[in-house]
Structure formats: C-alpha cells, structure tokens
C-alpha cells in the first residue's frame, strides 16, 4: 500500500479526484449564485452588476495573497498549503449557506479566493513525479477534474436547489470538504525538500520576479489573462442567459443540464486531447482548439431556443476545455524543476486576472444583453492568440536565469 501510495498513478488519482470535488463546489457556486441573488434582495436587473462585483474583488483579493502560497510552500512544505485551499472552501461555504443577506454572502465568496494556488501545486509535484513521455497526459487528465466537476456539480445540485435552496445545497458541499481535507493530509507522502536559506517575503516577492525575468513568462501569462478574460466573460453569465430561454418553474435543473451536458462534452475531450498533444506537440493543440473555439463562441448567442443553446454551449465548451489543461502543462514545461514549484504556484494568476476582467467586462455587456457575452468572448480568445504565438519563440526559464 505505501509502494501504491508514492507512485505518480496513485498521486494522480487522489489529486484529479480532490480537483473533482473542488469543482464541484465551485461549479455550483457558478451555476446557482447568478439565480440565487434575487432571493438575498438583488433585483433581477442588477444581478449582472452584483455579479461582476462579487467575482472581480474575489479575483482582486486572490491576486494579493497568490506570491505567498508558493513561497510558503517553498520554505514549508507543499501539502499544508495544499489542504489549506481545502479548509478555506469548508468556512466559505459555511459563511454563504449561513448569509442573511448578499453582503455577508459576497464575504462568503470573497473567502474562496484564500483558496487559490492549490492547483498549480498540485501540478508541479505531479509533473516532477511523473516520467517525461505521460506528462501532457497525467496534467491534462487531472485537469479534467474541471470538465467532471462541471457536469457532476451543476447537474447533481439543480434538483437540489430548485427544491431546497442554494444553502442546504453549500452545507453538503461542506461535509465533503471535510472528507476532502481527510485525504490529501492521510493519502499520500510530501517529497518536496523545503528551502529554507531566505525569508518568507523574500521568497514571496521571488516568485513575480522569475515571472518578469523569464521572457517566455512575461508574455505567455499576459497572454492567457487575455484567453481567460474571454471564457470568464461568457462563462459566469451563461446561467442568465439559460433562464433567459427558459420557460418554467426548475431553473436550478435548467442550469444544471445545460452545465452538466457541456462538462461531460468537455470531460471527454480531456484526455483526447491530451494524448494528442503529447504525440503532435501541446502547443499545436492549444492553438487549433483556441481558434476554434473563439469561431463558435458567438453561435450560443444565435440560439433560437434553449435546446439549441444547449447543444451549441456543449460543442463549445467541449473544444475549448483541452487548450485550459493545456496552458497548466505549458506553464510546468516553461520552467526548470528548480524554478517550477514557484511558477506554478501562480498558475492560476491568469485566472485570476481573467476572473476580474472578464467579470468586469462581462457585467457590461450582460447588463445590456446577456447574449453580447459571446462575441465578446470570441474577440478575447482571438486578441491572445498573437501573443501566444511570440510566447511560444521564447526560451523555457533555466536555473542560471
């Protein structure tokens, strides 16, 4: 049993499946929350706008600590700072499903955003444990945890919400955190060596300097702001325009079919694509599902009808969930093992700022139309691909660096 549980099969699984639940949780919170602000006292007309702020400072909040979960994983060790995110989701989800009104549940959210970092930790003690040839595939599949976390979460809750509410719905989710927490800190042994020959500040601020010394960095991370601030944009309004096509009394179970349909498309997709790309290249793949994906985005919009919206949201997000996995195992591929744990411990700071840009920009437009959010998404996507591209002619960041 010790034997299975220090092998990068075992890591593998463990990891996808606390990535699962993860997604799960949040993927419920981005189905429901656009429905469920109505019900705190939000007017149907400005839930778009409460929902821009809401997302935008939980991003802004996660930008402020993010240098710091990668340097203390450095100097400690990485599976505390792991369970951490974990232990964040049990009192967040706790506050919200306990939150008399939309301030103290906007407070609720923002705590969510104590939780990031966890994912590019996760993917840089997978990518050091795993042999060269099945990296792409072991990052790409772990990833997938998003496109199952998709599917399972929203469809799973939306019976459950149109019945109960969106809290009893976040008090189940916190019962499975504490399974969760169980698992990561009994399931498996921490390798890493901590590094202890600076302070922690210094490490912290260590991490954005890598990012501005390394040429390939400085432009491949402005360029996924850019291609998440497309999918987020789209992505967190889609719910609204659901219930814009929708004619009855189980929005929730509305949601959480067009939610779950588009996570098994994307859930298929995963692995496809990351075998793929570990026999042509990651970044052919990336740029071939990137284009076509910025192609499609603006037909959900065209949708005359909400099985139409369905189906054309699933096509969608089944091409694009490849190019999300994708740009973690590029970033891993972008640095050296000295230089990775530090990277990745920001991997999730274009999400970060494709959260706050997206949400901004994706409030505007749905405040006027819900439908503008697709084009909108499919200019974004197509804006980072040139700066893809030159981050691709650059040079993986060494220790010498």
Do not use: C
């Amino acid at each position: 049993m010790r034997r299975a549980r220090g092998s990068w099969q075992w890591l593998l699984a463990i990891f996808t499946l606390a990535s699962v639940l993860e997604v799960v949780f949040f993927g419920q919170l981005s189905a429901f929350l656009p429905l469920y602000l109505p019900r705190l006292g939000v007017s149907e007309a400005d839930v778009p706008a409460w929902l821009a702020r809401i997302l935008a400072l939980a991003g802004l909040v996660g930008l402020l600590f993010l240098p710091f979960w990668g340097a203390l994983a450095d100097r400690y060790s990485r599976k505390p700072v792991i369970v951490r995110s974990f232990v964040v989701h049990l009192v967040a989800g706790s506050v919200m499903a306990l939150a008399p009104n939309v301030w103290v549940f906007g407070l609720g959210y923002v705590l969510t955003a104590l939780a990031f970092g966890n994912t590019g930790l996760m993917t840089a003690t997978l990518a050091e444990r795993t042999p060269v040839g099945r990296t792409a595939f072991a990052i790409t599949t772990m990833n997938s945890a998003g496109p199952i976390g998709a599917f399972v979460g929203p469809l799973v809750g939306g019976p459950v919400y149109d019945r109960f509410g969106l809290p009893a719905l976040l008090l189940i989710d916190v019962g499975v955190m504490l399974a969760v927490i169980a698992l990561l800190a009994l399931g498996y042994d921490d390798r890493y060596e901590p590094r202890r020959d600076r302070t922690l500040l210094a490490m912290a601020l260590e991490g954005p300097a890598l990012l501005v010394r390394s040429r390939r960095l400085r432009v491949l991370f402005p360029a996924l702001f850019v291609v998440i601030a497309g999918w987020m944009a789209v992505f967190a309004f889609m719910p609204l325009a659901v219930t814009a096509l929708y004619r009855g009394d189980a929005p929730g179970t509305a949601v959480g079919l067009v939610s779950g349909a588009a996570g098994l498309a994307a859930l298929a997709a995963g692995p496809v694509v990351g075998g793929l790309a570990d026999r042509v290249g990651q970044w052919r793949v990336l740029f071939a599902s990137l284009a076509a994906t910025a192609l499609l985005f603006p037909l959900p919009a065209l949708a005359p009808d909400l099985l139409t919206f369905g189906i054309l949201w699933t096509v969608v997000t089944g091409i694009r969930s490849g190019s999300f996995g994708l740009s973690f195992a590029i970033m891993a591929a972008s640095a050296d093992v000295a230089h990775r744990g530090r990277v990745m411990s920001f991997a999730y700071l274009p999400l970060n700022v494709g959260v706050v840009v997206g949400s901004a920009l994706g409030g505007l437009a749905a405040s006027a139309n819900v439908f503008l959010v697709f084009p909108l998404a499919a200019a974004l996507t197509l804006a980072g691909l040139p700066l893809l591209r030159i981050a691709q002619g650059q040079p993986v960041l060494r220790a010498n660096e």
